[in-house]
Nanobody
Framework: QVQLVESGGGSVQAGGSLTLSCAAS????????MGWFRQAPGKEREGVAA????????HYADSVKGRFTISQDVAKNATYLRMTGLQPEDTGMYYC??????????????????WGQGSQVTVSS
């Protein structure tokens, strides 16, 4: 059973930085594409970044390119999202996800099989 636990959210002012962490059950990141999604109040969940360690390619939403960085520590079964230059529109609940596949399926939430409980990020102006 895949388990994902996010941490590292919080409140920052515009221009600030945060790093989110996703702790996964053993072997998860070796066998899945790992992704970060976010959901703002009243809006649909959207993909932010994804990485399959087997392929090495990183994928980013246009809105976060150049500001957010996804990375992994395979030995720790952990995936990270480093967020810099945060803006109020980045506010939302951030979710870690595992695809259930050996490739990254894109940023459509229904194509991702496993989800964490989320970590809140709030950016004030």
């Amino acid at each position: 059973q895949v388990q994902l636990v996010e941490s590292g959210g919080g409140s920052v002012q515009a221009g600030g930085s945060l790093t989110l962490s996703c702790a996964a059950s053993i072997d998860t990141i070796s066998n899945n594409c790992m992704g970060w999604f976010r959901q703002a109040p009243g809006k649909e969940r959207e993909g932010v970044a994804a990485l399959y360690t087997g392929g090495g390619m990183k994928h980013y939403a246009d809105s976060v390119k150049g500001r957010f960085t996804i990375s992994q520590d395979v030995a720790k079964n952990a995936t990270y999202l480093r967020m810099t230059g945060l803006q109020p529109e980045d506010t939302g609940m951030y979710y870690c996800a595992a695809s259930g596949t050996w490739y990254c399926p894109g940023f459509s939430p229904p194509e991702w099989q496993y989800w964490g409980q989320g970590s809140q990020v709030t950016v004030s102006s």
